[in-house]
Structures are given as C-alpha cells and as structure tokens.
Nanobody, 120 residues
Framework: QGQLVESGGGLVQDGGSLRLSCAASGSILSRATLGWYRQAPGKQRELVATATSSGNANYADAVKGRFTISGDNAHNTVYLQMDSLKPEDTGIYYC??????????????WGQGTQVTVSS
C-alpha cells in the first residue's frame, strides 16, 4: 500500500554536503508526517528532522542550522539537505512516514536506509 525508497547517501569529507531523497509511492506525502532518522554504529536510532503535511519542520539540536527537510508533492519525494557535515553525522539514514489512509487506518512506513559516511 505504501513504500519509501531512499537514495543519495555516500562518502563525504568533513564540512561537505549531501542531499538525501526519499521517494514515496502513492499520495503518502499529503497525508503524513515525514521524518528522517539515523542510526550510528552501536547506537540507537534517533530522530533527525520531521515535517508535517502542512509544512512545519522540526530538527534535532545536533543538526539545527545545518540540515533542511523539504518535500516535493508533485514528485512524491522528501529531501534532507545536509550541509557542514561532521564525522558524528555518520550513520544509516532512514526515511519515515506516519499518517492515516483515506479509510482511516493508521500507517507507519520505513525506507530501507542509506549510508552516510563523513570522513575527518
């Protein structure tokens, strides 16, 4: 019923930039709160940024001022622009969508994850 597919991860040097993409199937973006999470080796998954369907964005303190979440409803894609990357930003980044289907049932979807590695 719904699928999220991330892309855009890779290896970048300290201070560099990457843009992650999350392509959503169907009309998920218009009915969901979207989020990016990350998981570093040996650590729990943590929230990086969220964006509601009305456009309100929130960020973890560690990424404020450096990361920007945005959506393109026309292409059913949500992005995470990551600037001034630091080695501590290294991890697997996951896209998440939480909302309700038209018939009212709730849903939560996860992408497969994309690796981001920042070298010092």
């Amino acid at each position: 019923q719904g699928q999220l597919v991330e892309s855009g991860g890779g290896l970048v040097q300290d201070g560099g930039s990457l843009r992650l993409s999350c392509a959503a199937s169907g009309s998920i973006l218009s009915r969901a709160t979207l989020g990016w999470y990350r998981q570093a080796p040996g650590k729990q998954r943590e929230l990086v940024a969220t964006a509601t369907s009305s456009g309100n964005a929130n960020y973890a303190d560690a990424v404020k001022g450096r990361f920007t979440i945005s959506g393109d409803n026309a292409h059913n894609t949500v992005y995470l622009q990551m600037d001034s990357l630091k080695p501590e930003d290294t991890g697997i980044y996951y896209c998440n969508a939480q909302g309700r289907w038209p018939w009212g049932a709730p849903f939560e979807l996860w992408g497969q994850g994309t690796q981001v590695t920042v070298s010092s």
